[in-house]
Antibody, heavy 123, light 111 residues
Framework: HLQLQESGPGLVKSSETLSLTCTVSGGSMTSSTYYWGWVRQPPGKGLEWIGSVHYSGSTYCNPSLKSRVTISVDTSKNQFSLKLSSVTAADTAVYYC???????????????WGQGTLVSVSS | QSVLTQPPSVSGAPGQRVTMSCTGSSSNIGAGYDVVWYQQLPGTAPKLLMYSSTNRPSGVPDRFSGSKSATSASLAITGLQAEDEADYYCQSYDTDIGSRVFGGGTKLTVL
């Protein structure tokens, strides 16, 4: 069955760029239907969609983060990545990757999810 | 402050039925966008519970059901079990923001 696993530094300095990779196993990323997304959750708070990418490289992002977000895909490695620039303490969160089931649809859903990785921003 | 409003907490005894709401507006649920529900057990990633407002993925017990009306949605759980104790989040799309949005979450306590 499909599994996703986030990886990357757990600590990033303020004003620098957060970089995470999600490795997909148990299936291919190259289905035309699916997108692949990132969602984050600050400690003790709710969920926030960051953005999603299609295997073709097409992306769409949360407008509130768009200016700082880059999402890319490497189908040869079955991976997709997130870069978030100019981070502040407000970007401290657990970052999840997930399959965006009907990505092109606005009210799509995420399933399955990776286990998440905590990224802390230090000053 | 989320555009989808969920009660911070609900509770019920084992075997009971509980419902939790997700209240939106004319720019999200009221605009016709479906609602998704996730269950997040303590210390774990969210798990898909309901999609397209009323559809259960395979593997989700039929004790869980979803409904949607004008500008709100609800998740009902019947035959409440201790293992249902978790945070529950709704998700939809908001045209004013131009983004997928989540509710603030509801913590379900099984008494």
């Amino acid at each position: 069955h499909l599994q996703l696993q986030e990886s990357g530094p757990g600590l990033v300095k303020s004003s620098e760029t957060l970089s995470l990779t999600c490795t997909v196993s148990g299936g291919s990323m190259t289905s035309s239907t699916y997108y692949w997304g990132w969602v984050r959750q600050p400690p003790g708070k709710g969920l926030e969609w960051i953005g999603s990418v299609h295997y073709s490289g097409s992306t769409y992002c949360n407008p509130s983060l768009k200016s700082r977000v880059t999402i890319s895909v490497d189908t040869s490695k079955n991976q997709f990545s997130l870069k978030l620039s100019s981070v502040t303490a407000a970007d401290t969160a657990v970052y999840y990757c997930a399959r965006d089931e009907m990505g092109i649809a606005a009210d799509s859903w995420f399933d399955p999810w990776g286990q998440g990785t905590l990224v802390s921003v230090s000053s | 402050q989320s555009v989808l409003t969920q009660p911070p907490s609900v509770s019920g005894a084992p075997g009971q039925r509980v419902t939790m709401s997700c209240t939106g507006s004319s720019s999200n649920i009221g605009a016709g966008y479906d609602v998704v529900w996730y269950q997040q057990l303590p210390g774990t990633a969210p798990k898909l519970l309901m999609y397209s407002s009323t559809n259960r993925p395979s593997g989700v017990p039929d004790r869980f059901s979803g409904s949607k009306s004008a500008t709100s949605a609800s998740l009902a759980i019947t035959g409440l079990q201790a293992e249902d104790e978790a945070d529950y989040y709704c998700q939809s799309y908001d045209t004013d923001i131009g983004s997928r949005v989540f509710g603030g979450g509801t913590k379900l306590t099984v008494l």
